[in-house]
């Protein structure tokens, strides 16, 4: 089966719910078929203006939205096709597990063994069989959250939206959920559009993140890109931690470029700087930067301890480094440990390839 | 009980029951002290008006108490032929004690009620009486029998025989259009004299037509009320609330000038065609009028817990309906309405209740094709001082309102009314 790359497509979309403010900005987007991507973003970055969109809640004030190469901008709601799982779940809570599995169904007058043999099915697929009779106020939030999911799939659509749907759930069953969810999606091959704000959510999950921002698709990517890779200075600070220092590029060859501190110079890569002059905010994950390297780096400065926080599996360091004293470090837990004391002058290092000199912020 | 069930004891050693209850005590003591004002008020407002209602619905002692040794005489006689001598005596000797204090003319109204023309012969006795007519040494039943040819009539001692129980439920069959008939069997008024019954089902009628009114005007607007942005709904709610802070009075005067022959509503419709100048359709005094003015007034009771079972509904779940494949109606009847039915029960019991008794009104703007039954107890209570009839047909209708109540909780179960 070939894979449709454009099976949803934005077009240009604009969204504007007051006529003053566009909530959503030109938007281009294409999803593949049987892909699962997230729509990442913090509240009001116009990721859940997007979902409305595309299941049909609510209209764009410009552009078209296209799903398998029809224009979708006129079909309501109900004739879309496209599953949903809510924030809240939104189940039924007047009908049973099995009522609220069967209304898709029903409302496609299927027949009834039909309706049994899927509702069957789907509740296999999230292992809760023998639940058909309880009513949703019955059932634990993890289970309520695995029915929604079963509800939106029942109904075989092309396309599964899903907004935050592990938002009420607490940290062990979200985790679980989440291999849940990308098992079935997995199993079953259905395009997922998924919209969440937890990065760490984001990255499990996709296979391509879109991450928002003021109404834009700030970097479209898959998860190890998108981490190691940021392309701006919003995406590298949404995505993971992040250290930064803010500069003007003194030098500029190639990849790399050298950038000016207030009080010395480092060697990083040039992404979106241009020109000699720019200013910059260089980004640097705390994993690359290393305590006394052993083998040569480009980059070597030495700073002074300011805190040392103990966090099991790692320890996370403070240092004042290069007039940032929000420098962090982070040291696996390994038996070779160091000896790490506050006010302790010590040796940094780390490859101008990890540093990425991005927009200013 | 059984061995087995072990007592837990507190660490100092105490029973743990009795050192909860001793620790809860205060707090019981004060959460009671806080109730009893309440409580004491419904007691004094509620169950002791109603308890007093009962009482002066059933009471019949006036007589029992007029007439003890003819009630005791009575005892042996059958009923079926003229009673013999001792009942005449005791009846003489009863009815002297009353002209005595001049209270036989009490007697006589009341006995009138059970069977007319007591007044005039019970008046003839007493001036018999007090011009010492009557030879006690001979028989009183010959000479209270000269005194009118009714005392000679079974009939008359019949009645009064039946007034005999000191508890009577004549007046609730009275509320029924039906009376106890001469042999004591329950019999029906003659048809053009049933008012009261008219009067039941009208209010039943009217009130079951203003809850369906009040509901379908209602349902949209606490919809909208739940749906709308806080500017507007508030908004909208001011203007639901607004007939609560305006005088029931008023209000009902307002819909006489609108609803009157030349009133604002027929002239709009004579301005716009509808109705000829001189064929003007009268809109109050009649069952129309009483509709239009009850449902405005009682459309708040409606709306308010509609609006706060509505409140509560996710707006996803509409979209869920929707996302699944429902039509927009579908998604409505399958998932919002089953949702807001708390609330249309609810509403519409506290409508139908207010409405089957509802008073000013239907006295104001219903004339009298639109006048309820409550008008009619107040008729009694005011006009003919029939307190015990006004008291019976109150409980009456306070027994209906219990039995829709009931059927109610059959049906749809009082758990789920939602008042807020």
């Known amino acids: ?20 403010v566009l909530v959503v900005k030109d938007l281009q987007l294409d999803i593949a078929e049987g892909e699962f991507i997230t729509m990442l973003g913090p509240s009001g970055s116009g990721k859940t203006t997007c979902l409305m969109m595309l299941a049909g809640f609510e209209t764009p004030t410009n552009g078209e939205i296209l799903l398998d190469g029809k224009i979708i901008s006129n079909i309501p709601p109900h004739k879309r096709g496209i599953g949903m799982v809510f924030q809240n779940y939104a189940l039924f809570p007047h009908m049973t597990v099995y009522e609220n599995l069967a209304f898709p169904l029903r409302v496609r007058k299927m027949e009834k063994d039909e309706i049994d043999k899927k509702v069957d099915k789907a509740l296999s697929m999230v292992s809760l069989n023998g639940f058909e009779t309880r009513m949703p106020g019955q059932l634990s939030g993890g289970q309520q959250q695995r029915v929604a999911v079963a509800r939106a799939l029942v109904f075989d659509p092309a396309v599964v939206l899903m907004d935050e749907p592990l938002g009420a759930l607490d940290k062990n069953l979200r985790e679980s959920m989440q291999y849940e969810i990308k098992h079935i999606h997995e199993s079953i091959g259905v395009t997922v559009v998924y919209v969440t704000h937890d990065q760490s959510e984001a990255l499990t999950m ?104 103990y966090h099991g599996d790692h320890t996370r360091v403070r240092i004042n480094l290069l007039g940032n004293p929000e420098f962090i470090l982070k040291v696996p837990n390994s038996t070779s440990n160091l000896e790490l004391k506050v006010k302790q002058d010590i040796k940094i290092g780390w490859n101008s390839s990890d540093a990425r000199a991005l927009d200013p912020k | 009980m059984s061995s087995e069930t072990k007592q837990i004891l507190t660490t100092d050693g105490i029973p743990l029951e009795v050192s909860l209850k001793k620790a809860e005590k205060k707090n019981k003591i004060k959460a009671f002290l806080l109730v009893a004002p309440l409580l004491l008020f419904l007691f004094i407002t509620y169950v002791f008006p109603i308890g007093e209602m009962f009482t002066r619905s059933v009471d019949d002692r006036m007589v029992t108490n007029m007439l003890p040794k003819t009630f005791k005489a009575m005892e042996k006689w059958d009923g079926k032929e003229l009673p013999p001598e001792e009942v005449f005596v005791g009846f003489y000797s009863d009815f002297k004690v ?46 209270i029998m000269k005194v009118h040819k009714r005392w000679r009539d079974v009939e008359y001692w019949q009645a009064i025989k039946r007034t005999a129980p000191p508890y009577t439920m004549a007046k609730y069959l009275k509320g029924m259009d039906m009376y106890f008939a001469a042999d004591g069997s329950i019999a029906q008024v003659d048809e053009d004299r049933r008012i009261h019954r008219i009067l039941w089902l009208r209010t039943l009628e009217i009130a079951l037509f203003v809850t369906i009114f009040c509901f379908l005007m209602g349902y949209p607007i606490a919809h909208l009320l739940a749906t709308l942005p806080m500017k507007y709904s508030n908004l909208l709610m001011i203007c639901v609330l607004l007939p609560f802070w305006t005088s029931l ?35 109050m005094y009649n069952k129309v009028g009483t509709y239009v003015a009850m449902t405005q007034i009682l459309l708040p009771f409606m709306v308010l817990p509609l609006y706060s079972v509505m409140k509560t509904i996710s707006p996803s779940l509409m979209r869920a309906g929707k996302s699944l494949g429902g039509t927009p109606f579908v998604a409505f009847w399958k998932v919002y309405f089953p949702l807001t039915i708390p609330g249309i029960g609810a509403g519409c019991l506290l409508v139908f209740i207010l409405a089957i008794g509802y008073y000013i009104t239907p006295a104001l703007v219903g004339g009298a094709s639109g006048t309820l039954i409550s008008n009619q107890i107040a008729y009694h209570m005011k006009s003919t001082l029939d307190w015990s009839f006004a008291s019976a047909m109150g409980l009456m209708l306070l027994s209906g309102v219990l039995v829709i109540y009931w059927i109610y909780n059959k049906l749809v179960g009082v758990d789920n009314i939602k008042l807020g």
């Open chain 1, 1 to 20: 089966m070939s894979k449709n790359p454009e099976f949803v497509k934005f077009d240009k979309v604009d969204k504007s719910y007051d006529g003053k």
């Open chain 2, 249 to 283: 009075l008023v209000r009902t005067a307002s819909w006489m000038i609108l609803l009157q022959q030349q009133g604002i509503v027929n002239d709009f419709f004579v301005l716009i065609g509808l109705v000829a100048d001189n064929n003007r359709p009268e809109m």
């Open chain 1, 206 to 309: 996709s296979n391509r993140i879109a991450v928002f921002n003021d109404g834009k698709v700030q970097q479209l990517s898959n998860p190890a890109e998108l981490y190691e890779k940021p392309v701006n200075s919003f995406v590298a600070e949404f995505i993971g931690e992040n250290n930064t220092f803010n500069g003007e590029v003194a030098d500029i060859s190639g990849d790399e470029c050298k950038v000016k501190l207030s009080n010395a110079e480092i060697i990083a890569s040039a992404i979106s700087v241009k020109s000699k002059g720019e200013k910059t905010t260089v980004s640097l994950r705390p994993e690359r930067a290393l305590i006394e390297p052993s083998e040569k780096m480009d980059n070597m400065f030495s700073g002074k301890i300011e805190e040392v926080i």
């Open chain 2, 98 to 143: 009353l002209v005595e204090n001049q209270t036989q003319g009490k007697l006589g109204q009341r006995l009138n009620k059970e069977k007319n023309g007591f007044n005039s012969i019970t008046k003839k006795l007493m001036r018999q009486i007090k011009r010492n007519k009557i030879d006690e040494s001979q028989s009183i039943k010959e000479q």
